[in-house]
């Protein structure tokens, strides 16, 4: 009862997407199941059963992100049981959460993301091909979240102004812009998928074979398919193209607080972590260029 009503909570009041409500099921479901075992309820919860429970999760080897994450759903869990008077103490303050290395994030560099979307050896004119050619487009070019390229629909595309309105995080709205290539394939897309005569006439952008609106896996099995061509990296996900469309713009000179709203960031502080990327890449030129490097 106390997590359904956390989950309302999520979802009505502070309005997260599906993708973000889920993740806080899954977790919280998890420790429920832990609560469970030691036969008590959530309100019974002391920070030393947080800390066991942290304790087993190290011992499964998640790694520090996985853990943060629960640790992060936790806080905020306890946090809203405790201000809705569900319970008097929030175990939750005396956990701390272990340290994470910094990584930079992953990205594919311009060069080899032309070699990919330029060649006519990977995509062809049917169907499936000029769609899977567009979800890497629309990644790569607009630099547009998962969840985001999910939501899209038809009528968000303003093939006149050369933009797209994408709904982010909270529900917040933003106007992304895309070059002219870009307009004319999405042109092709959508003018393809009516010749398909799809029975559901889905208003979503991007969908399956069948013609219902694309889901995750979907996705993840495209970007992972084409990058696969191009990338030696061991990570190729649909935010790896993300963070390439990021440091991209930022190694050509684009302002911060430009990227910033392009990527739909709330902070300059998320956007600042392309900055290493930048950095990392100034290096290995002054190496390979100065003669006392």
């Known amino acids: 009862m106390l ?11 502070k309005r997260y ?19 469970k075992a030691l036969e008590l309820d959530f309100s019974e919860v002391k920070h030393i059963h ?3 429970y942290l304790v087993e999760l190290m011992e499964k ?6 853990i943060n994450r629960k640790i992060s759903a936790l806080r905020s869990f306890y946090k809203f049981l405790h201000r809705s008077g569900k319970i008097d103490q929030n175990p939750s303050l005396l956990i701390k959460a272990p ?5 930079l994030p992953v990205f594919v560099d311009a060069q080899k993301m032309d070699q990919l979307l330029d060649s006519e050896r990977y995509f062809d004119e049917s169907f499936p091909s000029v769609r899977d050619h567009l979800v890497i487009e629309l990644l790569f070019g607009t630099g547009i979240r998962l969840t985001e390229l999910l939501q899209l629909k038809d009528t968000d595309i303003d093939l006149y102004s050369g933009t797209i309105k994408v709904l982010g995080k909270r529900n917040k709205e933003r106007i992304v812009p895309i070059n002219k290539q870009l307009i004319n394939q999405v042109n092709t897309y959508i003018d393809l998928k009516k010749l398909q005569n799809f029975n559901n006439n889905s208003l979503i952008l991007i969908v399956t074979n069948t013609g219902a609106a694309a889901y995750p896996k979907l996705i993840y099995r495209i970007v992972t398919s084409y990058l ?15 963070h390439s469309y990021a440091t991209i713009l930022l190694n050509a000179g684009a302002d911060l607080n430009a ?33 006392k490097a």
């Open 3 to 13: 997590l359904k009503s956390f989950i309302t909570y999520l979802t009505h009041e």
């Open 17 to 35: 997407s599906q993708h973000t409500v889920t993740s806080y099921q899954t977790d919280l479901g998890q420790f429920e199941e832990f609560v």
């Open 50 to 52: 947080l800390r066991s």
């Open 61 to 66: 080897e998640n790694s520090e992100n996985t």
């Open 99 to 103: 340290k994470i290395p910094k990584r």
């Open 228 to 242: 696969n061509h191009v990338s030696t990296n061991e990570k190729k996900s649909p935010h790896v193209l993300r």
């Open 259 to 291: 990227i910033k709203e392009l990527l739909g960031h709330s902070s300059l502080a998320a956007t600042q972590v392309y900055t290493h990327n930048s950095i990392e890449r100034l290096k290995t030129i002054y190496k390979q260029a100065h003669p």
